[in-house]
């Protein structure tokens, strides 16, 4: 990352972010946004991608594309580190035509990330390449960046770190999903996303750490807050109702004592994103398309946002089959919303916390 990064961001004169306008209020079909990230798309062999790749294949076309949305890959979508692009666009030859599709009506918004960095020294590449794309919803603006900009380990020694990738961690199998399990550096870069945002009065989508966040909030901090909902909800709710708001309550603790666990176990520190009693829902994490039992994205028009998770029959988190969110089938997949809001509620918080 040049230091200037964040800086230059919000300058239209730098030119640093290409623009993906969708707030026409006229349009027939409002526009729709994908926003996801980190497909490590590698050769074939120990391919990170391997696992989902055919479903991501499928719901992009079939789902995505076919009913009119833009798709923005926001970096690392390819795993240079350690492949050729040669290598790596024969094994997904399929991949590569579902991204001409999108590219062929103007719908493919690609930004670089740490690992597919090198992308803008490849000679006849078909895509764009962006560092960052700011999305116009008419009520806020969002930035989509992969988010390794604010990593001084990655802008310094990105070099360095490719090659013990491709020479080192690739031979001995090292997935790429564990090396982004390191708390420190998570909380480095979301921290600088986050305080982006609070400075600027808008929303960060990043990627980059594989960890879904949405509004400003990671997996422990959501539990908490459910679980503070489901009691305000037990004593007006009907008999059978509260049965069913104490076994969830009682789940929900269980998987937090599990996530607590796992923090003592990595040693997490207690590293706290937020500096104030209120967390600014400014940020916005699309997760990965590498986790072991489904894929997270993003998906937005000019007036939501939600965090999305797709997932094969019997492969998705419990949490999805306590029947909490509901699940659509979709091209031979399962899609469930684990988040929603409105663009105007989240607008209307950052500028009241903010003040």
Known sequence: MEPSFFADLTKPLKQTATVLDISLPNAVSPPKVLVISDFHMGAGKRDDFQLNGEMVRRVLQEYYYKNGWYLVLNGDIEELAKNSLTDIRTHWDEMYRVFDLFAGENRLYKTLGNHDKDLMFERGYPYLLYNAVRIETGLIPLYVYHGHQSSHIYTAFNSIIMLGLKYLLKPIGIRNIAYTRNPRRRFHVERAAYNF??????????????????????????IKFEIERHCRSYPVAEKGEQQRIAREVAALKGELGKLKRIERREEVPHLNLYSDLLPVPCLFNSGSAISKKGIHAIELDRESISLVYWFSEGQGM??????????????????????????DYLKAKIELFTQ
Do not use: M, Q
């Open 318 to 343: 419990k949490f999805i089959s306590r029947g909490w969110h509901k699940v659509e089938k979709h091209s031979g997949y399962n899609h469930a919303v684990l988040n929603h809001e409105r663009l």
């Open 197 to 222: 945002s609070l400075v600027n009065n808008c929303i960060s989508i990043i990627g980059h750490t594989h960890r879904p966040l949405f509004e400003s909030l990671g997996r422990i901090d959501f």
